[in-house]
């Protein structure tokens, strides 16, 4: 019971910050203008300097070394997860239309604006190096299989295009860690004035990630969701088989249990926030994608407290 009342309270912290964006979308303070700044601000400004001046500041080069081979966990979740995606979409038979972003959204979590804040409300700093590492492997297979499948649902041919993925592969939260990891292994110290400053920065991360949710939620409308068929299939692919398949990879994995705990929880976070963008960029079903991300959004507030209490007995 503490460990669910804990994790209640660290999920309470995310939506008041959420509902602070939603009430002042709905006042007028922000559009969709506002929006892209923030998300802006957040993945190129605030979780760089975030990621640098943790990474330099709490861990070393030996804990840093140890990480690189546990990307095979989130690799191996979400190729699961993708097989199963084909599976779930002909048993409730997906509109051919939107089959391609049900899949993607099927086996695709927000590791970034919902993740990184749910983990270090709930376990803190020394939970960033997980997070970073499902993020690797999330936003790598988002980029390339995930858009393709997007692609796939509008009106022109689905193309590869390798150099717009290794942009957004090489995106700036991940370049950021990159650069933290290499002053560690370099022995590099931060002058304090410039850690001060980045740790200024980086705490914009937080209330940034969570006034742009609560903007996009708005905006989609919660008042537009239905409980469809499609969207229960993405639930259960978010919200069941994603935790199961994680669980059933890391349970007995000789792995520290906080890794065990946060990939977990990243496994069953809502769908990716970029999932509405690329669907509006090739004609896919934006609408769909949009209140497919704020259903699984509010449903995630219910889920991240039971899936915690159930890690803690890990």
């Known amino acids: 019971m503490t460990s669910f009342l804990s994790s209640l309270g660290g999920v309470s912290e995310i939506l008041i910050l959420v509902a602070i964006g939603y009430g002042l979308t709905a006042l007028g303070w ?42 095979r966990f989130p690799v191996l979740s979400m190729a699961v997860l993708f097989a199963l995606s084909f599976v779930v979409a002909r048993v409730i ?85 990159m650069v933290g990891v290499v002053l560690v292994l370099l022995h590099v110290q931060l002058p304090s004035f410039l850690s001060a400053t980045l740790g200024y920065v980086g705490d914009l991360t937080i209330p940034g990630s969570m006034f742009f949710i609560g903007i996009a939620m708005y905006q989609a409308g919660i008042k537009n969701i239905r409980f469809d068929r499609e969207l229960l299939g993405v639930f259960s692919g978010r919200f069941v088989f994603a935790p199961l398949v994680m669980y059933a990879l890391v349970a007995f994995a000789p792995v520290p249990l906080l890794m065990k705990q946060v990939f977990i929880l990243q496994s069953c976070m809502p769908v990716m926030t970029n999932a509405p963008v690329v669907a509006k960029l090739y004609g896919a079903d934006s609408k769909n994608a949009a209140i497919t991300v704020s259903a699984t959004t509010l449903f995630a507030i219910v889920v991240i407290p039971i899936v915690m209490t159930l890690v803690q007995h890990l």
Not at 39 to 51: D, F, I, W
Request: hydrophobic residues 45%; charged residues 15%.
């Open 30 to 71: 922000f559009n969709d203008r506002s929006s892209r700044v923030i998300a802006k601000v957040v993945t190129q400004v605030a979780l760089p300097a975030y990621m640098i001046e943790t990474i330099c500041s709490r861990f070393s080069a030996r804990e840093l070394a140890a990480l690189l081979p546990d990307l």
């Open 93 to 177: 038979r997906v509109d051919p239309k939107r089959r391609g972003l049900f899949k993607s959204m099927f086996f695709n979590s927000n590791t970034v604006f919902i993740g990184l804040p749910v983990n270090l409300a709930l376990f803190g700093p020394k939970s960033v190096p997980y997070v970073l590492v499902y993020y690797m492997a999330n936003t790598t297979i988002f980029w390339t299989i995930g858009v393709y499948l997007i692609q796939r649902d509008g009106p022109h041919a689905a193309h590869f295009d390798l150099k717009q993925t290794l942009g957004k592969i090489f995106s700036p939260p991940l370049l950021g860690f």
